[in-house]
């Protein structure tokens, strides 16, 4: 009776231990990488290594990288801003719409996740 119910007890704590990794409850590091092409600037990666507000986004492009910063989170939907540019990122629907002064231009990107 004792080692059945030792077993039983060992089984449930394996089963949640594998259940809280597997659910990324000890993720350290998540970096998420966009790859684009719009009509406003091109091709272009978004790389997003926090999604917090305040982080910054690091924008590729073939003529240079530059940083966005991220002004707004909600859900999940990332803007973020730089000087002329603004982009809106749909991280569930790979989707990004940039906007340049009054020009609207929104892309389904190419989407890498990496996490540890």
């Not at 990794?21 to 790389?47: D, M, Q, V, Y």
């Not at 997003?48 to 939907?77: C, E, F, H, W, Y």
């Amino acid at each position: 009776m004792i080692k059945w119910l030792y077993g039983a007890i060992c089984a449930l704590v394996f089963a949640g231990l594998v259940t809280i990794l597997g659910s990324g409850a000890f993720t350290r590091f998540e970096h998420k990488t966009f790859l684009c092409s719009n009509t406003l600037i091109g091709p272009f990666e978004l790389i997003i290594n926090k999604a917090t507000l305040g982080s910054d986004v690091q924008l590729s492009q073939p003529n240079g990288n530059s940083r966005l910063r991220i002004t707004s989170v909600i859900d999940n939907v990332i803007i973020a801003e730089a000087d002329t540019l603004r982009f809106e990122v749909d991280i569930e629907n790979s989707l990004v719409s940039v906007q340049q002064m009054a020009n609207l231009s929104t892309s389904k990107c190419e989407t890498t996740n990496f996490s540890m």
